[in-house]
């Protein structure tokens, strides 16, 4: 089954689901994003997280999750992920290589192959790179390979450049590499802006072209083509006595599906929610703790942790932030955004914003 075609215009991006919850805390199958990039980080490495925003919602999360398997570095100003580099190294005083991974991005990526890659090519820097449509190659670093060298990295280019392979926010760096980043009080570092343009002046960068998933979840369509994504890969259909599922659906645990009710396809319940009977969910994704009462329908939207929609609710293609409760028979129209910890009496127009 192909997964729906997502557009700009579906899913608004003027409200954040991130207000209440850093972007590395959103579930792609019930499951925080972190999770996911830690799982692959430690096919090779101790993971170290450096956090900024909402850093003590990131800290309570790694904690009670995976305990003392992995340090949380708090940043105390922003620093850029080449910055965050430099004050992991330095406050932890580690050595050698460094793996560095972006806590926002969902991908299949082995760690380990890529490790392998890099200590096959020998050089200093390996950037994990992902094939992108070329009308889209503005939004990303571009690499062009000679071999699989990096022969030239260009930051958002706004023309073609010969190559469509974008910087998926994954690199190893050797120590000598490490060595030449700039002093964090020199400002905000970007390693793709600031640091690889520096270092292919001095050593070798090699590409690892990595074929399968990867989702900037940056924007919510994005987002929900990660959950999409991941759906099609995840082998989690169940049945529920009295509801029709149409694959694939992801039910997470402790969820309860009212009787009559229909799920799917593309269709992610999150964990401990509660639907009613006769509620209909599709190509949407509904956070931990949702409650849909009887005959609330959802299409093409995200609806944020612990939101209650009442009776014959209807929500389309549209995103709810956290804690929001919608009361019985309202509307939520098309491109609508509603802010967190909101009730909502009356109906929301197409496009409307309620911050």
Not at 46 to 58: F, G, H, K, N
Not at 254 to 262: H, I, Y
Request: net charge neutral; proline share 7%.
């Amino acid at each position: 089954m192909k997964a729906p075609a997502l557009t700009a215009s579906i899913i608004p991006s003027a409200i954040s689901l991130s207000y209440t919850k850093p972007k590395p805390l959103f579930p792609i199958l019930g499951r925080p994003v972190i999770d996911w990039v830690i799982e692959k980080v430690s096919e090779v490495a101790e993971p170290v997280i450096s956090a900024r925003y909402l850093s003590y919602i990131i800290r309570n999360h790694v904690n009670a999750k995976w305990g003392g398997r992995v340090r949380v570095v708090e940043e105390d100003r922003p620093l850029g992920d080449g910055g965050a580099v430099v004050n992991v190294i330095k406050s932890l005083g580690l050595r050698g290589p460094v793996i560095v991974a972006n806590g926002d991005v969902f991908t299949d990526i082995s760690i380990r192959e890529m490790w392998d890659f890099h200590k096959k090519m020998g050089g200093a820097v390996t950037i994990a790179l992902i094939e992108v449509p070329p009308e889209e190659i503005s939004r990303f670093g571009i690499a062009v390979l000679e071999g699989e060298r990096v022969k030239r990295f260009v930051e958002k280019p706004k023309e073609p450049v010969g190559s469509n392979l974008a910087n998926a926010g994954i690199y190893i760096f050797e120590p000598e590499a490490i060595a030449q980043f700039p002093d964090i009080n020199s400002g905000e570092l970007k390693i793709a802006k600031h640091i690889i343009p520096k270092l292919m002046q001095k050593f070798d960068i090699y590409g690892y072209v990595h074929r399968g998933l990867w989702f900037d979840i940056g924007t919510h369509g994005d987002y929900l083509k990660a959950n999409f994504a991941a759906l099609e890969r995840c082998n989690c259909h169940k049945e529920v006595p009295g509801v029709k599922i149409i694959p694939p659906v992801y039910i997470g645990e402790g969820a309860v599906v009212g009787p009559g009710s229909v799920l799917g396809p593309y269709a992610v319940i999150g964990n401990g929610s509660r639907l009613g009977p006769n509620v209909r969910i599709r190509e949407s994704v509904l956070m931990d703790g949702v409650v849909a009462e009887a005959g609330a329908y959802v299409a093409k939207s995200i609806i944020g942790e612990g939101v209650v929609l009442g009776k014959w609710t209807r929500v389309i293609e549209a995103v709810v932030a956290d804690g929001v409760y919608i009361r019985d028979e309202v509307l939520v129209g098309r491109g609508a955004s509603i802010g967190p910890n909101r009730e909502v009496e009356q109906d929301v127009k197409e496009g409307e914003i309620l911050p």
